[in-house]
């Protein structure tokens, strides 16, 4: 068969404009479904019997839809004691019950890139049909503190990945970060840094007794459970040598676990530092040591050739996929490396005018206006907008194993629980990316089946593989599963938010219901103010891995 670049549009895979290459007919939901059906985990009966028995709760007269098994159908789900217990075309009855005529029933949505501990943007982010969301890319530090720190605080599941960049702070700033930080931290943490003149953890590169010093760090909480080991090279890459690099995603693999993170070079277009170079690197780092690859939002320049290259390596066997968030738009830091004048002016040829819109003041900034919020906040998060984007993104919807993730973030001033969503002021990817792809999905002719293996099967899989067992009972509707579930009316769910002031944060519609370890977190359109969630994250080891380098 001759290789094309195909990717899923309505029932078959077309040719598209890009002509990247292969054929990916092996990556239907269907075929993977096949591909798993031997998995003790794996449950494809969707007819029991009527049953007499009881239910904690159960979800009536729903179109239950499961991508593993490749099942579209009206059924009635029996859930009790967290998990699906029957899924039945009979009649059953339950302590509670929902119904669910109309509405789609699916497993909850998989977020492998909510960056924050804040509860109020994972608020946001589970009125979006999020039912687990990790940080596998900035990450954490001190991960044994952090998981016993959000014990009982979180609606959704949670977990989160050990940070090169903070474990570099430490190194190379000297920053005490004794007790657990995350994303939440980490802006101030980058202006704290800088404040002798120089932000060392971007700019200064390792000896060997430093790469020692941060493996060692990482190391520490690899053998807490951290998902992986998770960097942002991009925000460093004067910083941070191609050896350390290596080095970060060995540690990673001596305990079978991914790096995730995105490209030395993200979104530069200009040879010989383009963007598809620094993917190359992480990529051969993973081919070398056998170790999984989660490449953190591939919507930039290059992401065609970077998801050729990923299915290509599927195909051989490597557990390796990327993330996507459905937006024009970006979202960092304003004081980030990649925005100053030397980069982003003479190297990405960008107009601070055209495309740097601050959202605390709901305006696009000229680089004076820049290099004032700069001196000032440095840590406010901007949205950065690439018309490029426009283009590629109806075919992000159509790719097979690239996954929805959001990169939710927080703003500066926080927010309180019961705060007006009205008052969030950041990217509207926070509070509707994947409810944004429902509704780009259901425009683009995409099938519902493809678009639920994006938001739900496909980044449970890959978790899976990386030996997780979390992950392989949840992303799945089935009788034995989690009952992490998304209730959502196809022909209606949108996003409520925009890039407009005071629409930033607004909650989505048509998506009134939300279970997370079978208890309702969303119901009928509202936060019911329950904390269910559960870590996400692997047995703590009695023994580290670390192995220093020599010089």
């Known amino acids: 068969m001759s290789k094309h670049i195909l990717f899923y549009a309505t029932s078959a895979f077309i040719l598209t404009a890009c002509e990247v290459s292969i054929d990916h007919e092996a990556d239907t939901p269907a075929a993977a479904a096949e591909k798993i059906g031997t998995s003790p985990y794996t449950n494809c009966s969707f007819d029991a019997a009527a049953s007499t028995e009881s239910f904690d709760t159960v979800i009536l007269n729903g179109r239950v839809v499961d991508p593993e098994c490749d099942f579209d159908g009206i059924r009635n789900v029996g859930i009790r004691d967290s998990r699906i217990a029957m899924i039945t075309g009979g009649d059953i009855s339950g302590a509670d019950s929902v119904d669910a005529s109309g509405l789609v029933v699916a497993p909850g949505f998989i977020d492998t890139h909510t960056h924050s501990s804040d509860k109020y943007v994972i608020k946001m982010a589970m009125m979006d049909g999020v039912t687990s969301g990790m940080d596998y890319e900035l990450g954490a530090l001190n991960v044994a503190d952090w998981y016993e720190r959000e014990t009982g605080k979180w609606p959704i599941n949670y977990g989160t990945c050990v940070s090169h960049e903070l474990a570099r702070m430490v190194v190379h700033d000297g920053l005490d970060l004794s007790a657990a930080v995350d994303a939440v931290d980490a802006f101030q943490l980058r202006a704290q840094s800088g404040e002798d003149g120089v932000e060392g953890w971007s700019v200064t590169v390792s000896d060997g007794d430093q790469i020692n010093d941060i493996t060692r760090l990482l190391d520490k909480d690899l053998q807490a459970g951290a998902l992986c080991a998770g960097t942002t090279v991009g925000y460093a890459f004067a910083g941070i040598s191609s050896y350390e690099l290596f080095e970060v995603q060995r540690a990673a693999a001596r305990y079978g676990r991914p790096l995730a993170g995105h490209s030395r070079f993200h979104g530069n277009t200009v040879t010989p530092t383009e963007a598809t170079l620094g993917f190359d690197e992480v990529f051969a780092n993973a081919a070398a040591l056998g170790s999984s690859l989660l490449y953190s939002h591939n919507n930039d320049y290059g992401w065609s050739e970077i998801e050729e290259k990923l299915a290509l390596a599927r195909e051989r066997g490597m557990n390796v996929w990327s993330e996507y968030y459905p937006y024009e738009a970006a979202s960092t830091a304003i004081g980030a490396a990649a925005l100053r004048p030397e980069t982003y002016e003479d190297v990405l040829g960008r107009s601070y005018a055209e495309t740097l819109f601050d959202p605390t003041q709901d305006k696009y900034l000229n680089k004076d206006e820049y290099l004032q919020v700069v001196a000032e906040d440095p840590g406010r998060a901007i949205v950065i907008f690439n018309p490029a984007r426009k283009e590629w993104l109806p075919q992000w919807l159509?790719?097979?194993?690239?996954?929805?993730?959001?990169?939710?973030?927080?703003?500066?001033?926080?927010?309180?629980?019961?705060?007006?969503?009205?008052?969030?002021?950041?990217?509207?990817?926070?509070?509707?990316?994947?409810?944004?792809?429902?509704?780009?999905?259901?425009?683009?002719?995409?099938?519902?089946?493809?678009?639920?293996?994006?938001?739900?099967?496909?980044?449970?899989?890959?978790?899976?593989?990386?030996?997780?067992?979390?992950?392989?009972?949840?992303?799945?509707?089935?009788?034995?599963?989690?009952?992490?579930?998304?209730?959502?009316?196809?022909?209606?769910?949108?996003?409520?938010?925009?890039?407009?002031?005071?629409?930033?944060?607004?909650?989505?519609?048509?998506?009134?219901?939300?279970?997370?370890?079978?208890?309702?977190?969303?119901?009928?359109?509202?936060?019911?103010?329950?904390?269910?969630?559960?870590?996400?994250?692997?047995?703590?080891?009695?023994?580290?891995?670390?192995?220093?380098?020599?010089?």
């Open 398 to 551: 159509k790719v097979p194993h690239m996954v929805v993730a959001s990169d939710g973030m927080w703003q500066n001033e926080g927010l309180g629980w019961d705060d007006d969503p009205a008052l969030f002021k950041g990217h509207p990817r926070t509070s509707g990316t994947h409810t944004t792809v429902l509704r780009l999905a259901r425009e683009n002719d995409v099938p519902l089946m493809f678009t639920l293996s994006q938001l739900s099967y496909w980044p449970a899989y890959h978790l899976g593989e990386t030996g997780l067992e979390q992950m392989k009972v949840r992303g799945r509707l089935q009788e034995g599963m989690v009952a992490d579930i998304v209730i959502f009316d196809v022909d209606s769910v949108a996003e409520g938010s925009t890039y407009k002031a005071g629409e930033n944060g607004l909650p989505p519609i048509g998506l009134p219901h939300v279970m997370v370890n079978g208890v309702f977190v969303k119901r009928d359109d509202k936060a019911t103010d329950q904390f269910p969630g559960q870590p996400i994250r692997y047995p703590v080891e009695d023994e580290g891995r670390h192995v220093p380098v020599t010089n």
